[in-house]
């Protein structure tokens, strides 16, 4: 694909609804030496859309379900307004940027989730084997940086399925991984896994999997960010040389929790 | 960017608000013999999206004023809901499309209308010279579809423009030309350019700029219709070897009205 190491890394949806985060965000983005790769978020903007086209929202679980109108919503809101913003954001900085849904390129096939026990209407979970490393490879190969929004391609029925965004980058880096050495990170509002979740001075450097288990048992680290971590771990082992969890000020420095094995 | 000859195919709004001719149309488009792009219009979708938003549509000379609201709304259902949905069914045909603004790897870059005498806002004249040919030439090598919905790049401001739709494919087409020979479709709802505009049977075959002069001094061709022959001749002019137009129904058969010099 390129014979350099390639950082894939993700906005969630906090930067997205701050416009000076994002601005600032995108200004370090374009400064990160290339090949790489963004992954972005949601955040309100659609909820608030539905809300005013009176689309009532549906939540099971604490999770939203994306019936066909909500589908429509987060696909004109997430691969097309927040999507193209960026890019031209990214554009003004010098950095050659397109953006793609999973469906373009086919670059993400995905299934729709088995509607038992709960039904999450389109909702899609992406197919890691399937991920279309091809359309990356050509991107990157030309100079281009890929931004990605989280709506995949239903490999079943030929429409669009609503994905995560943390599982897009996860598939995205793990896919990259197979051709060369690639780097997972992960930008919020926190500087990192904080051993204390009030005090941003506690970030911890380093977890390894030795680590995690005693972390765990300690209850250091917060319940929310349990699944953050496990779906790192998950990363390496399916290939990805190291997941780093940070604030989304602080790109390029040395900074957040980097997440690898022992080795 | 390969040796084949391109087809650069626009279809326009009407198909878009109809789903069934869409489809028909998809599926044709799919089985047309590659390298192709395909350049969408917008449709009604947005002016419905307007109103249920309650944001007002500003009328000037009989076109639409995008104000800032308005450029929001058309980038959400051109470049979101409408290419990624054109994407899948696509895909679903087995065609390898990938969906694209003119923001994306910076290969429409525009300029903003001149606000005097009229100001229609957010509304971009693409800058020919600058198109960038590096992605179209990345895609189609790589066996990609491109779909191009008429959002551009503002190139003086790091935002979005609403381009006119017919004017997207023209450029593309002019771009193409510089590399292999490119052919432009136009398709619409009726089979053609008319003798008699109520007479679907009155197609008229060729049209080349002398029997053009004739026509327009015999008063055949209807008004509505000057400005698409005068742009199909500016693309021709510009390099295109010949520029179609067409039913959307009619995709794949010999017919409608081809534009060309004489030579």
Do not use: W
Request: proline fraction near 4%; aromatic fraction near 4%; hydrophobic fraction near 45%.
């Amino acid at each position: 694909m390129t014979d350099r190491d390639i950082k894939v890394v993700k906005i969630g949806g906090n930067v997205i609804d701050n416009d000076e985060a994002l601005q600032r965000f995108v200004a370090d983005f374009a400064a990160l030496p290339s090949p790489k790769i963004l992954i972005h978020g949601g955040g309100k903007l659609a909820t608030r859309l539905c809300e005013r086209l009176e689309i009532p929202t549906t939540m099971v679980g604490g999770r939203r379900v994306t019936d066909r109108d909500t589908l429509d919503i987060v696909t004109m809101v997430y691969a097309g307004l927040i999507n193209k913003r960026i890019v031209a954001a990214l554009q003004a900085q010098g950095c050659n940027a397109i953006g793609l849904s999973g469906a373009d390129g086919g670059v993400l096939p995905a299934k729709r989730r088995n509607p038992e026990p709960i039904d999450f209407g389109y909702v899609g979970d992406i197919l890691q084997q399937e991920v279309n490393i091809d359309l990356l490879r050509t991107l990157l190969n030309g100079g281009f940086t890929p931004v990605f929004c989280a709506i995949t391609l239903d490999c079943d029925g030929g429409g669009l399925l609503n994905s995560n965004a943390d599982s897009v980058a996860s598939a995205v880096a793990i896919a990259a991984s197979t051709i060369v050495p690639t780097d997972l990170l992960f930008c919020f509002e926190k500087r990192g896994v904080l051993r204390d979740v009030e005090d941003e001075a506690s970030v911890i450097a380093e977890i390894t999997p030795e680590s995690y288990a005693n972390l765990r048992s300690e209850g250091v680290i917060n319940k929310g960010m349990l699944p953050k971590i496990d779906n790192a771990f998950a990363a390496i082992r399916a290939g990805v040389r190291s997941v780093i969890i940070k604030h989304s000020d602080e790109l390029l420095a040395e900074s957040g929790t980097i997440i690898k094995t022992d080795i």
